[in-house]
């Protein structure tokens, strides 16, 4: 670590200003936009041995002089991978603020902790606008990236403010975290091995993510170290292990048992009948749940194409490993309704003249009144929001009996192995009355899903 670093290059080392200017031209074009001081503002950590930009960790390097550089190929590297990631600036995951529970404890995390940090700066009086113009060390990026340029905030009912990211960035920041926690691993047990002393406790792995969820996970990437999930945690209750001391840390050594190329970061459970269902990464985890539920209602996105579509086998398959589910041969209220709009009733839906062809138009919309736990008087009723031949027009209404006997058709005629794995024949050791529903502590207005 002798290096000798001056201003430029020397020994394919530049200065950390240098790497800055260099990192900005490199991704001009990139689909993510990206941020001045990178290597040299917070939260960059030059002074304690590595950058992150994106998921990719760059070693700084000290010279006899005291003056930090990194490699530029490392560089040029890191930036090559950013401007390969894919973004679609509609797929939108919520990232706060979301309600704190009382007496949750939290776990030490790794130093980016980039969502704590969106949420401090988007709570302070003035908001991010007057922290941007501050010069007192506040980020102006999270792992080389200008997150402000892509927050969208959205407003219900005038009041309550909630942020909100493209996928690909949520799965490159999670990811960002990841490699950090294990780059700090690592680091620290070549320091133990060479001083001879215990390693310190290090932070647990928090989300990661395939940035842009197109690239293929190397077997030197975040999920090299997990293990597969193979039903270990079938048939317990979340109430029961949520509350056992570990199961964060357990959880975080499974790769999502959806996507299985993340870590997993939370456990996936049934809100009605109180069953595990699988570790799940944060994406998967939002990717599953209805698009703004409500206490009764729920809008029916265009990405339900892929959970009931495109990857209907890998969906279906998770969501049945709620044994209370996969006896009953049906989804969770809010999943049936979303998929009686999104299928049952796809031939009902207007279509209006479109370049190619015609395309279904306004926003499908499913509420319903009463519960699964009463099925003969729950009724689902379809709409579409801002048709052009009626702002809210009823498309049908269908009663629960008739939609889940729709779906066990459609089951068995779409993912067969599923269907043969459930049925009425099951039940034992169910419960005779569904568990009530468990209030789910990940945020608001998510409480029967």
Known sequence: ???????????????????????????????????????????????????????????????????????????????????AVRMNRQDLVRIGPF??????????????????????????????????????GRPY?????????????????????TWWLPRAVVRLLD???????????????????????????????????????????????PTASLRPYDKELEGQLYSVLSRKPGTSRRVAGWACAVCRTAPATVLDHCHEHGYVRAPVCQSCNTQERPDHLYSNDIRVANRYTRLFRTDTDDWLRHWHRCPGCRARNTLPLPHLAAWTAHIACRSLRPTHPAPRGRKPCGVLRVSWTGS??????????????????????????????????RFRAWLAETAPAVAAAAGPDRLDGLPAQPRPVIADTNGEDLELF
């Open 141 to 161: 990026h999270l792992a080389g990236i200008d997150w402000r340029q892509l927050l969208v905030e959205q407003t219900r009912d005038g009041t309550r403010r």
């Open 372 to 405: 699964q736990n009463t099925p003969r008087s729950c009724l689902l009723t379809v709409t579409v929001d801002f048709c052009p031949s009626g702002e809210h027009r009823v498309l049908t209404q269908v009663p629960y009996h008739e939609a889940a006997d």
């Open 1 to 83: 670590m002798s290096e000798r670093v001056k201003p430029g290059r020397t020994d394919g080392l530049i200065t950390l200003a240098a790497a800055d200017a260099l990192w900005v031209d490199l991704t001009a074009g990139s689909a993510v936009p990206t941020a001045s001081g990178a290597f040299t503002r917070s939260p960059a950590r030059a002074r304690v041995g590595y950058v992150l930009l994106g998921d990719h960790v760059v070693a700084t390097v000290r010279a006899s002089g005291g003056q930090f550089g990194v490699p530029e190929d490392e560089v040029r590297r890191a930036a090559a991978e950013l401007n």
């Open 99 to 136: 309600r704190e529970v009382p007496g949750q404890e939290y776990d030490e995390e790794t130093p980016l902790r980039w969502r704590p940090r969106i949420t401090r700066e988007q709570q302070e009086p003035g908001g991010p606008e007057r922290a941007a113009r501050r010069e007192d």
């Open 175 to 221: 990811a960002a975290e990841h490699t950090e926690t294990q780059w700090v691993r690592a680091a620290r047990t070549r320091q133990a091995s060479a001083t001879g002393a215990e390693p310190q406790p290090l932070p647990r792995p928090r989300q990661a993510r395939d940035a842009g969820g197109r690239r293929e996970t190397s077997p030197e990437g």
